[in-house]
């Protein structure tokens, strides 16, 4: 990549747009991701509440969740299923009743304001799962 913008005489976007945003916006994103995936989580011995699912808009999709990393539960639990079926996966444990059982948060603003309240984590509210 870099050898082709050369020599097309745009060197100067390998920086711009690989490097810069490797320093700064993935670090930011990866940290965030790794607080929604991991972190404040009520139980480490049970496989549905060791990690979560954050529900994630198209917006927070494309920017911080891309390839269904969002559904990190059902990542955890069905490792071998693709990516793209992890929505299809989410939905049947859902239908099979096993919502109050999950981990699962309405966003990343919720996963922040969790991780930072100094009320330890736990099931996301029944208010707040209201707006899910």
Avoid at 6 to 35: D, E, K
Avoid at 73 to 101: N, S
Avoid at 117 to 125: E, F, H, K, L, P
Wanted: some cysteine; charged content about 15%; proline content about 7%.
């Amino acid at each position: 990549l870099l050898g082709v913008l050369t020599a097309l005489g745009y060197w100067w976007l390998y920086p711009v747009l690989w490097l810069l945003p490797l320093a700064t916006w993935y670090q930011l994103v990866s940290r965030i991701r790794n607080i929604a995936e991991h972190a404040v989580v009520p139980d480490n011995d049970d496989p549905l509440r060791n990690t979560r699912t954050t529900y994630a808009n198209p917006l927070m999709r494309l920017l911080v969740a891309p390839y269904w990393v969002n559904y990190h539960l059902e990542h955890h639990l069905f490792m071998f299923v693709p990516c793209w079926r992890l929505p299809a996966a989410h939905r049947a444990m859902i239908d099979a009743g096993r919502r109050h059982d999950m981990e699962l948060k309405p966003g990343y603003l919720a996963v922040l304001r969790a991780a930072t309240s100094g009320s330890g984590g736990g099931r996301a509210t029944a208010q707040a799962m209201q707006h899910i």
